[in-house]
Protein backbone atom coordinates (compact mmCIF):
# COMPACT_ATOMS: atom_id res chain seq x y z
CA UNK A 1 0.00 0.00 0.00
CA UNK A 2 2.68 2.70 1.23
CA UNK A 3 5.71 2.63 2.84
CA UNK A 4 7.29 5.53 4.55
CA UNK A 5 11.22 4.94 4.61
CA UNK A 6 13.35 7.16 6.47
CA UNK A 7 17.44 7.64 6.58
CA UNK A 8 20.28 10.05 7.93
CA UNK A 9 19.84 9.00 11.48
CA UNK A 10 23.95 8.10 13.24
CA UNK A 11 25.95 9.58 15.50
CA UNK A 12 26.55 13.24 15.60
CA UNK A 13 28.68 15.73 18.29
CA UNK A 14 27.08 18.50 20.52
CA UNK A 15 26.69 21.23 18.31
CA UNK A 16 26.66 19.75 14.81
CA UNK A 17 24.55 19.18 12.18
CA UNK A 18 22.27 15.82 10.59
CA UNK A 19 19.98 15.47 7.87
CA UNK A 20 17.27 13.47 7.75
CA UNK A 21 15.41 12.53 5.15
CA UNK A 22 11.78 10.48 4.71
CA UNK A 23 10.52 9.05 1.44
CA UNK A 24 6.88 7.50 0.48
CA UNK A 25 5.92 5.15 -2.18
CA UNK A 26 3.71 3.27 -2.85
CA UNK A 27 0.05 3.49 -4.34
CA UNK A 28 -0.30 7.05 -3.60
CA UNK A 29 -2.60 9.25 -4.54
CA UNK A 30 -1.32 12.57 -2.99
CA UNK A 31 -0.35 13.39 0.77
CA UNK A 32 -0.85 15.97 3.04
CA UNK A 33 0.26 16.96 5.94
CA UNK A 34 4.10 15.44 6.53
CA UNK A 35 6.16 15.20 9.90
CA UNK A 36 8.73 13.93 11.92
CA UNK A 37 8.29 13.02 15.81
CA UNK A 38 10.62 11.77 18.24
CA UNK A 39 10.80 9.15 21.34
CA UNK A 40 13.93 9.66 23.93
CA UNK A 41 14.22 7.05 26.48
CA UNK A 42 11.57 7.30 29.18
CA UNK A 43 10.06 10.06 27.37
CA UNK A 44 6.91 10.18 25.74
CA UNK A 45 6.57 10.17 21.82
CA UNK A 46 6.46 13.94 21.18
CA UNK A 47 6.10 16.20 17.91
CA UNK A 48 9.19 17.75 16.56
CA UNK A 49 8.09 19.08 13.22
CA UNK A 50 5.38 19.26 10.81
CA UNK A 51 4.86 20.79 7.24
CA UNK A 52 1.49 20.90 5.18
CA UNK A 53 0.88 20.03 1.91
CA UNK A 54 0.40 24.02 1.34
CA UNK A 55 3.72 24.67 2.81
CA UNK A 56 3.21 25.68 6.58
CA UNK A 57 4.98 24.65 9.02
CA UNK A 58 4.83 23.89 12.91
CA UNK A 59 8.15 23.24 15.58
CA UNK A 60 7.94 21.83 18.83
CA UNK A 61 9.54 25.32 20.75
CA UNK A 62 13.01 23.51 21.96
CA UNK A 63 13.70 23.24 18.19
CA UNK A 64 12.43 26.18 17.03
CA UNK A 65 15.72 28.14 15.10
CA UNK A 66 17.81 24.84 15.09
CA UNK A 67 15.62 22.72 13.12
CA UNK A 68 14.06 23.43 10.07
CA UNK A 69 11.57 20.56 7.94
CA UNK A 70 11.09 20.74 4.02
CA UNK A 71 9.25 19.13 1.38
CA UNK A 72 9.13 18.15 -1.76
CA UNK A 73 5.41 17.52 -3.06
CA UNK A 74 7.03 15.75 -6.58
CA UNK A 75 8.91 13.04 -4.64
CA UNK A 76 6.62 12.30 -1.66
CA UNK A 77 9.78 13.04 0.70
CA UNK A 78 10.07 15.30 4.02
CA UNK A 79 13.58 16.34 4.99
CA UNK A 80 14.61 17.52 8.62
CA UNK A 81 17.64 19.47 8.46
CA UNK A 82 19.12 19.54 12.34
CA UNK A 83 21.78 21.70 13.59
CA UNK A 84 23.07 23.02 16.61
CA UNK A 85 22.64 19.49 18.39
CA UNK A 86 21.95 19.14 21.56
CA UNK A 87 22.12 15.94 24.11
CA UNK A 88 18.40 16.29 25.06
CA UNK A 89 18.03 15.84 20.90
CA UNK A 90 18.89 12.41 21.26
CA UNK A 91 16.17 10.17 19.85
CA UNK A 92 14.44 7.32 17.92
CA UNK A 93 12.82 9.89 15.00
CA UNK A 94 10.07 8.71 13.19
CA UNK A 95 8.57 9.70 9.96
CA UNK A 96 4.75 10.39 9.49
CA UNK A 97 2.41 11.40 6.69
CA UNK A 98 -1.15 11.44 5.70
CA UNK A 99 -1.54 10.21 2.72
CA UNK A 100 -4.45 9.34 0.46
CA UNK A 101 -3.83 5.86 -1.53
CA UNK A 102 -5.33 4.49 -4.62
CA UNK A 103 -7.59 6.61 -7.50
CA UNK A 104 -8.38 9.58 -4.65
CA UNK A 105 -11.50 7.80 -3.04
CA UNK A 106 -10.77 7.45 0.32
CA UNK A 107 -10.13 10.14 2.93
CA UNK A 108 -6.39 10.27 4.60
CA UNK A 109 -4.90 7.43 6.23
CA UNK A 110 -2.25 7.72 8.62
CA UNK A 111 1.27 6.31 8.10
CA UNK A 112 4.71 6.09 10.45
CA UNK A 113 8.19 5.03 9.30
CA UNK A 114 10.26 2.45 11.45
CA UNK A 115 12.15 5.23 13.22
CA UNK A 116 15.58 6.62 12.55
CA UNK A 117 18.02 6.61 15.90
CA UNK A 118 19.95 9.91 16.22
CA UNK A 119 22.80 9.91 19.00
CA UNK A 120 24.13 13.11 20.11
CA UNK A 121 27.11 12.62 22.00
CA UNK A 122 30.60 13.60 22.46
Known amino acids: QVQLVESGGGLVQPGGSLRLSCAASGNIFSVGTMGWYRQAPGKQRELVAAVTDYGRTDYLESVRGRFTISRDNAKFTVHLQMGSLKSEDTAVYYC????????????????WGQGTLVTVSS
Open 96 to 111: NAEVVVGGGKNRYQEF
